[in-house]
């Protein structure tokens, strides 16, 4: 085995920043109580709880009663979906749902399950070869029965960053003249270190976000609701989180997730800055030394850390396995569905055939990797592509 040890897979998790950790682990041992006693250790984790909630609520320009805490990306998807769908189905409203062939699972098996299980009708508008959504499509797929939206920020696959602002206010002219409410919700998993996440510049009514993808703690995230949004909970029990979430706050973790996104934002320019310089010279160093290479999604508007390709002759799998053999941790897209023999649905949505995705690779950078680490890789997935096609 290789002694290397480069981590470029960004997209799927990443490590929790020290402090990070030296913020979470008073909260473990000193600070352990219940933000639902009344004694001081029951107060002192309050504090904590309604400080993270604070924190969050002021970067996302919203009300800290807007901000709910949930497991991670993929509990924010399924409440702000099933929530809200199934809070119209209580007022007898017929509810028709749009979304697009390249969401997150947790988006897309929602949506499926609502719509078999439950009768929702679901459109899903189709995507260019470049992985975005025409906010056209958006605004003729809008009918008198449309309630819900989703469309993803920044897509974990290929990196590309959707038109939401565009589609916002699609939706808001939408409503003023359809005479109802229409809740636009994003899933921001991808984005939130890396991009703007002012809910009211964005336009959007409901927000999920996933501590782990920006240097937090796995098992925590934020689904942020819009006042007057409405919603039933998934998960019933105690009154936490306003009667959106039931369950005893996991209050080490949403620190976590709280001091996590301060950095994360704050560093956000420079991070971005230094990432998108390392991406390109690790495309362009790829391109030119593998063959009928192609970058896939948005070349430009993508998140700033991601380089995601096709190559022919190799198989996503194997170059992954060669890659690691080298020292190099890779994907070949979206970690949630990592075993799985279907090619990627993204790409298909996009437009590529089964033969061209399943040559998916997927490198994405983080803000500990170096220039010196990028050159190696450029080197390392030229030498596996070789092997693979015994070049």
């Known amino acids: 085995m290789n002694t290397k040890s480069i981590y470029l897979d960004h997209s799927a998790t990443t490590p929790v920043d020290p402090r990070v950790v030296d913020a979470m682990l008073p909260y473990f ?18 504090t904590a709880l309604d400080e ?41 409203a017929q509810a028709h749902i749009i979304t ?24 899903r508008v189709p995507v260019d070869r470049q992985g975005r959504v025409n906010p056209d499509d958006v605004a003729r797929a809008i009918t008198p029965k449309t309630a819900l939206i989703s469309v993803m920020y920044a897509n974990n696959e290929v990196g590309t960053i959707e038109p939401l602002v565009e589609i916002a206010k699609i939706v808001k002219d939408a409503k003023s003249v359809k005479g109802h ?31 782990h993808k920006f240097h937090g703690p796995k098992g925590v995230g934020v689904l942020y609701v819009r006042n007057g949004t409405p919603m039933l909970p998934m998960q019933t029990g105690g009154s936490h989180e306003r009667n959106r979430r039931a369950g005893t706050e996991n209050i080490p973790y949403i620190v976590g997730f709280a001091t996590a996104l301060k950095i994360a934002q704050s560093e956000r320019e420079s991070t971005n800055a230094r990432l998108i310089s390392m991406r390109e010279k690790l495309v ?10 192609q970058l896939t999604g948005d070349p430009k508007n993508r998140l700033p850390g991601h380089a995601s390709l096709v190559i022919p002759g190799a198989v996503g799998d194997e170059m992954v396995l060669g890659l690691d053999l080298a020292g190099i941790a890779a994907s ?6 990592a075993g799985s023999l279907e090619p990627s649905h993204v790409l298909a949505a996009m437009g590529y055939t089964a033969d061209v995705a399943r040559g998916a690779l997927r490198l994405t950078l983080g803000r500990e990797n170096t220039d010196e680490e990028i050159d190696y890789a450029v080197n390392a997935v030229a030498d596996v592509v070789h092997k693979l096609r015994r070049e």
């Open 181 to 211: 409410e229409i809740y636009l919700h994003t899933d921001a998993v991808q984005a939130g270190g890396y991009l703007p996440l002012d809910v009211n510049k964005l336009g959007v009514d409901l927000m999920s976000l996933g501590a």
């Open 29 to 46: 041992t000193e600070k352990f109580g219940n933000a639902s006693s009344l004694h001081r250790w029951g107060q002192t984790a309050l």
């Open 52 to 92: 993270s909630r604070q924190a969050v609520a002021e970067i996302l320009n919203a009300n800290p009663k807007e901000i709910v805490f949930t497991s991670g990306g993929s509990e924010s998807d399924n409440l702000a979906l099933r929530g809200v769908a199934m809070a119209l189905r209580a007022k007898g």
């Open 284 to 293: 362009e160093g790829i391109l030119e030394r593998v063959a009928g290479a």
């Open 332 to 337: 070949t897209g979206s970690a949630c569905t």
């Open 100 to 123: 697009t062939p390249i969401e997150h699972h947790a988006i897309l098996n929602t949506t499926v399950q609502l719509e078999k299980e439950f009768g929702f009708e679901v459109t």
